[in-house]
């Protein structure tokens, strides 16, 4: 039963140090996803656990041993890529059979375990089929079969969705969590996605740069992101600029926007005077009539762009401050409320418990943001 | 069209109407000579046989060497790659006749490896056969340096192209590096090792100036007919050439049918699987997929290509210095190579005057194939039986160059035509033939490798008209194949000796020069040519690096 542990892991192509020292420990059992923009060194860290690229620096545990040294082919892991790799010479039958066959095994023994996983996996009907008469995501069930067939405990997939259309995509990330969980493995899945990450993973390591930002279970990444990169990657955030005014009772304080506008924040460990920032995410938003302006944390604005998302709109609000936000306002709502056009003005506000708030970013928000560092 | 059909393609086969029509003089040489019966006949097959003998050899330790390096060039990652590959190409641009010699140098006498060693002598008789097969070691090694280019460069191509990830999806599923070569890539690049095959074979059978060098008494068929020729047994030398050209064709067709096929993998029957040995091999492979076992067998081979092409360049240019004034060991001036080239026998005049035609030739026959060129790319691009026109072409570049001289000697000469006679007008007749399909086929893979028709079509919706759009759009992307293809086309001109041999006449060009030399035991001043035409063909392909490096 497999537990991978990483320590400090550098890895440097040439001049680019992809890696900057990695330290990460993913449980037994667990489906954890590595999240991150594209360049930010996720499928490196996959490849360096699965003993295709060697670190510079630093040690890989599989189960408790030091693997680090190596070859792929000793270490039983299962490897999905996202350009699936069903050797095209071989039909999906011999695809799946190739694991056991190189492994030595005796072929009833082999041919059992190909046949046992293929109707696990449903895929048994597709024996027959070469990879090129294959639809995608079949394709990919029967590279998951294959990887699986060797008697893996550890499956690595490396955006193993990414190649497939968006409806199988998201059919096939429950299948892929199911098979996981059902059959008892441990799997580290990547991918830049974030919807699939928070659908599917127990715990999401954001990667970005070479670094882990941050490594939590979706709900409180959501919730409570530990820096401004990370909620403005896990969702979108509006980023307002301030200083804390006052500090008030029960672990809250009034900010200053910029344009001088005073609102209520959840917000610990400030002082007065100290420059911040308050992120609130465009559905944590809401639009008000002018007959509500006695709520509190209430700003004035004008919507500048208005577009129908299917099940939300989206509203672009210019503030009396001049910053602009996003506003999603979920159908429900609107039915309630009437429809915004461009160019009317209109209030919106937000609960103080949805807000969060960081110290300013000592290298501005822009680059804080950026997905390089 | 017509040019084509007349400079091109028409000297290719008609090597095959001497025999008919002249039936009775083949006959009355190869079959019925009233005095040495069908000794010719005799002489065909077992120059034939020989030549196969020779040509499988080399082929077999081509693909020996050219896998691992042609592996080691692809998915290594070291400093000296781009070293190391300009090594193994060297001998494709580098004139034959002054190669062979300097391998002779090499391998035979005291001023190579076995004067490095300290013994006195060369390591090599030039007779020394292989013990049990009758083959030339010497003429083997010249052979396997001369064609490992084909071997390695198809496969590289291959593997370049091939996407890594099925080699790192089989290391995950528990194959050993070894047992992932030989069960997924070795499928894959089946059809490259075959093609790869089959063009370093055609090569070697057809290779003239390096085995004309160092042959000794054993001739090859390609020799053989550069020997009847000057012996004016045409019937028996168009009779042999036309063997060697059906040979060739033979072979060349059913390999380009087949690697045209659409899925290009060939599916290997599972021999091993079904005779129960997959067991045996799979402990061998993984007790030999050790690192450092893989370190020693690319160390082996990189060491063969220094041996084969690196120590044979050293050796010459070392000799034309140990030789300049006075030959070494009798300390006579006469054997330097000064004495040699100013003094009585006065080379220098020979020399200047054979670079003098041996450039007008290379130059001219250049700058014509380039016109032939352009649109003949064009078509095979745009029509559809541009894919068969594009097989047929790459016949002259397999045919051995001594039948496809004798061919244009026939058609242009005094035999059939009779309008050009033996000389440098021949030459250059004769060296367009092979320099359009080389040009031809840099051309094409410059505009396959770009988004050419895209380009054109975008310049077509902007308002221009065909002739604008090719020479405004289409040509300038198209300047780097065609500088390359001429360059290459160039060197090779430069370089042929078998088919030049042939149709010269008088106007002796630089390479036969060396041809001749060697066998006039004019050793100093063959010394000296070698070294001058090596240096010429190596200064050429850095300017050719310099012209295709900027991107």
Not at chain 1, 106 to 119: C, G, L, P, Q, T
Not at chain 2, 169 to 189: W, Y
């Amino acid at each position: 039963m497999p537990e991978v542990k990483l320590v400090n892991i550098v890895k440097r192509f040439g001049n680019i140090t992809a890696l900057r020292g990695i330290n990460l420990t993913v449980e037994n059992g667990e489906y954890v996803c590595i999240l991150g923009p594209s360049g930010c060194g996720k499928t490196t860290l996959l490849r360096i656990i699965a003993g295709l690229l060697k670190p510079d620096e630093g040690q890989v545990y599989i189960d408790g041993e030091d693997v680090t040294h190596k070859p792929p082919e000793y270490r039983g892991v299962g490897f999905v890529f996202q350009s699936i790799a069903l050797f095209p010479h071989m039909n999906s039958w011999e695809n799946v059979l190739y694991g056991p066959t190189v492994k030595g095994l005796d072929k009833s023994i082999s041919h059992r375990i190909a046949r046992e996983i293929m109707r696990t996996l449903k895929t048994i009907d597709y024996s027959g089929l070469y990879p090129g008469e294959l639809s995608g995501g079949i394709a990919q069930m029967i590279a998951i079969a294959r990887a699986l067939a060797t008697g893996a405990k550890l499956l690595l997939l490396d955006e193993p969705l990414g190649a497939l259309d968006p409806r199988i995509r998201v059919d096939l990330r429950y299948e892929l969590r199911r098979i996981v969980k059902g059959l008892g493995l441990t799997a580290i899945h990547v991918t830049h996605n974030q919807e699939e990450a928070l659908t599917i993973a127990d715990r999401i390591v954001v990667m970005r740069s070479g670094m882990v930002e941050a490594y939590d279970t979706p709900e409180n990444l959501y919730w409570h992101p530990k820096n401004l990169f990370v909620a403005d990657f896990i969702g979108k955030v509006n980023v307002l600029e301030g200083f804390i005014k006052k500090a008030l009772t029960g672990g809250k304080a009034l900010v200053e926007l910029t344009g001088g506008i005073s609102i209520e924040v959840y917000a610990k460990g400030f002082s007065e005077g100290d420059k911040v920032v308050v992120a609130v995410r465009p559905e944590n938003f809401e639009i008000l009539d002018r007959s509500e302006a006695d709520k509190p944390n209430l700003l004035r604005g004008v919507v500048t762009r208005a577009r129908f998302m299917g099940d939300y709109y989206r509203y672009d609000v210019t503030l009396e401050s001049g910053e602009r936000v996003t506003v999603n306002t979920p159908l429900y709502r609107s039915e309630k409320i009437q429809v915004r056009k461009k160019g009317e003005p209109v209030l919106v506000r937000f609960d103080p418990e949805k807000a969060l708030v960081y110290a300013y970013p000592k290298r501005g928000i822009e680059r804080e943001l950026s997905i390089e560092v | 069209m017509v040019a084509l059909a007349v400079l091109v393609l028409l000297p290719t086969v008609f090597l095959a109407s001497f025999p008919i029509v002249y039936f009775d003089e083949v006959r009355y040489e190869v079959f019925e000579n009233p005095l040495v019966g069908d000794e010719n006949l005799r002489m065909i097959i077992s120059v034939l046989l020989f030549s196969f003998k020779l040509s499988i050899s080399a082929v077999i330790i081509d693909l020996v060497l050219g896998i691992p390096l042609a592996f080691l060039l692809a998915r290594g990652r070291f400093p000296g790659k781009t070293l190391l590959e300009t090594l193994v190409t060297l001998p494709l641009v580098i004139p034959t006749s002054g190669f062979g010699f300097a391998s002779l140098l090499t391998w035979t006498t005291v001023s190579g490896i076995g004067g490095w060693l300290g013994l006195g002598r060369g390591i090599l008789e030039t007779s020394a056969t292989i013990p049990g097969t009758g083959i030339p070691i010497l003429m083997l090694i010249v052979h396997v340096s001369l064609t490992l280019p084909y071997v390695v460069r198809t496969l590289q191509a291959k593997l370049v192209e091939l996407n890594p990830v099925y080699e790192d999806a089989s290391r995950t599923l528990g194959a050993t590096s070894l047992t992932t070569f030989r069960k997924i890539l070795l499928p894959q690049i089946l059809p490259a090792v075959f093609s790869g095959s089959v063009l370093a074979f055609a090569r070697s059978l057809g290779e003239t100036g390096a085995t004309m060098v160092v042959s000794g008494v054993r001739i090859t068929a390609a020799i053989a007919v550069v020997r009847w020729e000057f012996e004016f047994k045409l019937g028996a030398a168009a009779f042999l050439g036309l063997i060697l050209v059906l040979i060739t064709w033979l072979i060349i067709l059913p390999v380009e049918l087949l690697l045209t096929g659409k899925q290009g993998i060939i599916k290997p029957p599972p021999l091993i699987y079904k005779t129960g040995l997959e067991k045996v091999f799979l402990k061998l492979e993984s007790k030999l997929s050790k690192r450092g076992l893989r370190n020693l067998l690319y160390v082996v081979c990189i060491f063969a290509v220094a041996i084969l092409v690196v120590i044979p360049v050293i050796v010459v240019g070392e000799s034309v210095v140990a030789y300049w004034y006075a030959d070494p060991y009798t300390g006579k001036r006469e054997g330097g190579v000064v004495y040699q080239l100013l003094g009585p026998p006065n080379y220098l005049p020979a020399i200047l005057r054979a670079t003098a035609i041996s450039f007008t030739s290379a130059f001219v026959s250049t700058y014509i194939s380039v016109f032939l060129s352009i649109p003949l790319a064009y078509i095979i691009e745009r029509y559809r039986f541009g894919r068969v026109l594009r097989a047929i072409l790459k016949i002259p570049l397999v045919v051995p160059s001594s039948a496809l001289g004798l061919s244009t000697l026939l058609m242009w000469g005094p035999k059939f035509m009779g309008l050009i006679t033996p000389g440098i007008w021949l030459i250059i007749l004769t060296h367009i033939v092979f320099s359009v399909p080389v040009i031809v086929e840099t051309i094409i893979a410059v505009y396959e490798g770009s988004d050419i028709k895209l380009y054109e079509d975008a310049a077509r919706t902007l308002g221009a008209n065909p002739y604008y759009t090719a020479e405004k759009i289409s040509l300038p992307v198209l300047k780097e194949g065609i500088i390359t293809g001429a360059i290459l086309s160039f060197t090779h001109s430069l370089g042929e000796t078998g088919a030049t041999m042939i149709v010269m006449g008088s106007d002796i060009p630089i390479s036969a020069l060396v041809v001749n030399m060697v066998e006039s035991l004019a050793i100093p001043a063959a010394l000296f040519t070698s070294t001058y035409l090596i240096f010429i063909s190596m200064a050429l392909i850095f300017v050719f690096r310099l012209a295709t490096r900027r991107k």
